[in-house]
């Protein structure tokens, strides 16, 4: 039966969910008697899910559409207008299939993984020249991934070092899930790249600025859609954005990274060891699992669906809920203690989903999982290298924020 609930559970959740951040659907998960989270959001009825059970009913392309399931202000923040993330069908595949043959190639990542390391190396020897200042880690991080992944797609960094498109990267990721101040600055800066990027591609059209062949923007402007045409300069600058922004936001997991780091050092000395890397890996895996970072993934139901036993009908936003999956106890042993061994044997892998579940090829999980866990591997072992002070700083993490960070942004200074 549809109506198995009474109307009032359906209550508009949106402005809890705003103010609440990250504890909101583990709070409603707890209260609720099966599991299945139901409210609503911006007046649309939501269903919410969690576990192994619901990532297999969410992933089904069958069950769950994305057009015109994210809301305007999360697309003209957070994704761009157009983007892969809202295509369903032939139209995803091809479009996703572009994505896959830029970040799933081995050498593409190898190469990437060094532009970083000599943009972080970089940034280290400018610190040193300065020992008894302290820098700000997330935006030193931020400004070095910025920096290497324009060097990687093959976008000119045009303002000194990279600052600007750092800036606005973050406040893209930022401003995606708020109203107010930091929600503008988003807009601005989601626009003010995307201008200047559609342009860039112009250019490459036109032949008047070279692409290295390969490269991300190379690809992109050269791309085809389903229908045989080219992306217009404007979608086709929201894609290399969708390349760009993430790989900035990775400063994120590396702010978690140094702050698990400061607070387990115990770690420090065999990171400093692992010639083979794979704790480093483990590392970065738990990371991705223990901090909160993107709160769940939502798509609307293609048609009326089951869902143990109840008819969800066509329609329902439904959410699946990753943060909250990542700590609950009968996936994880002490889900709140940090242990990068857990992955060893790679079966936990199976229910970390960070990035979204199911397959990437085939569904909308994240193309950009081996970057990301390359990158933060990489930089979590340089940082575990590195010999350094931890000033006196604010280093709470409030889940009322969305996304959030140690709220200093982890200050330290080189010993
Ligand atoms: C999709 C998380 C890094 C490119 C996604 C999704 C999540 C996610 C949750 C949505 C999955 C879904 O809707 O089912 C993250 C996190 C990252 C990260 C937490 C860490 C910073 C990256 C990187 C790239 C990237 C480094 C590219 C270099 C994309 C793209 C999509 C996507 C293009 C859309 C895929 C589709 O709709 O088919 N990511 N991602 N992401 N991500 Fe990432």
Known sequence: PTLKHPPSVWTDGTLSLLAQGYAWLPDHMRASADGTVRTRLLGRRTVALRGPEAVAFFYDEQHVRRRAALPDPVLDTLFGQGAVHTLDGLAHRVRKAMFLSLLKDEKGIEALREHVLLRWREAVGRWREEPEESVVLFDETARVLALAVCDWTGVPATEPGGAQLARDCVAMVDGFATAGPRHLRARHARKRQEEALGRLVVRVREQRETAPDGSALDVVARHRDADG???????????????????????????????????????????????????????????????????????????????????????????????????????????????????????????????????????????????TVTLLAALVTELAGLDVSVPDQDLTIPLSRMPTLPRSGFRLRLA
């Open 229 to 371: 045409a080219l992306l217009d300069p404007r979608p086709a600058a929201v894609e290399l954005l969708n390349i760009i922004r993430p790989t900035v936001a990775i400063a994120w997991f590396v702010t978690f990274a140094a702050h698990a780091l400061h607070r387990w050092p115990e770690h420090r000395g065999p990171l400093r060891g692992d010639v083979s890397g794979h704790l480093a890996t483990g590392f970065a895996h738990e990371v991705r699992r223990f901090y909160p970072f993107a709160p769940f993934v939502g798509g609307l139901a293609a048609r009326d669906l089951q869902w143990r036993g109840e008819t969800v009908p066509e329609g329902t936003l439904l959410l699946l809920d990753l943060y909250g999956q990542h700590h609950d106890p009968r996936l994880w042993a002490h889900p709140y203690r940090f242990d990068p061994h857990r992955y060893a044997t790679g079966e936990s892998l199976r229910d970390l989903i960070p990035q979204g579940g199911g397959d990437a090829a085939e569904g909308h999980r994240c193309p950009g999982e081996d970057i």
